[in-house]
């Protein structure tokens, strides 16, 4: 462990994927089921535990420097199934003494004896899906909440103890004008959250959002607008002193996400649930999304795996590159030639050399890094590299 307290290399982190909402949102394509009561995940649990037992030859030896319960609407599950499965956790790997532990949750899925227990479990982040402080565009989303229960969600929340909460926002939706966007960004710097993440909107097919879309009758921000919506997020939340430390993602120092560092970083993780993704000794794999397949194969005492690709070393380096680059920190040149063996510049001089004499990426000592300048069209940039 590092003095900081911050997870080291040796460390994994641990997704549990809870596909439950209480309603679909009418731009999600996330796989998720509407949760009919409160019990109803029942089977699934008993499944995530199983799932967990059979994981234990991988996470031998590990310590886990990251838990994080995403969805879905994981707020939704009763506090027995989260007891439940953190105890499954810790039968098969040591958390470690720093461990961040994240649950995602959603304004009105939250009460008091809820948050007091998820505390007492040990989380200690949670991460609020807000998206907007217009009521008119939380409606239209097909948002179940309003901004003021919003607020009150976070307070409520701090007053039971979570002294670290991030706030998820989006930007680009239907009717949206920059000063909806201003007001929304002022008022959630207003509650002094730790951390806050800015994501654009995707317009999917098969989603509510995506068939009007097809239709013609999805009105949405024009191209310059949505860059002036990302730069705007930039400019308020610098302002009010968060670091951006990645292209979405927004920290007061120290709180910046350490299990999504991980991802970034290609540390090793398991993702436990439908349709969750791994990363372990260089492998990739993706679990069943269809409920039958998942239950099938936990039936049969094995790992409910879809897909499994070991990733080449080319591969590796292209990963490496366009991963990091998100990163503000950006990529450690001497890492980079310890792990692979060849210098950056070995690989990518030709990709390199007009990137950096254009000013669209900055080397700093060891660190290669994007210039933030250049965040809102960073997927052009990435392309050249893979
Ligand atoms: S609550 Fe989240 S996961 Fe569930 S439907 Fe809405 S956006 Fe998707």
Redesign the pocket.
Known sequence: MTDSGKRTSREIGIYIHIP??????N????Q?FLLPCENGAADYIMGVKKELRLSAPWVENAKAGSLYFG???PSLLPLQYFREIVSAVEEQVLLSPYVEFTV?A?PGTLSREKLRGMVSLGVNRLSL?V?SMNDRLLRS????HTAEEAGEAFYLAREEGMENISIDLMHGLPGQTLDDWRTTLEAVIEWNPEHISVYGLNIEPNTVWGDLFLDGELELPGEDECGEMYRMARKVLQEAGFLQYEISNYARPGYECQHNLGYWYRRPYIGIGLGASSFIRGTRYKNYSDLGKYFQALDQDVLPIAEKEEISEKQAISETMFLGLRTAKGINQVEFTRQFGRSIDDIFTPVLQPLEKAGVIIREGQWLRLNPEYYAVSNEVFLKFV
């Open positions: 439950y909402c209480k309603k679909k949102c731009y999600c394509d996330f998720s969805g879905g609407t995602e959603n899906g998206q989303m097909g948002r179940l």
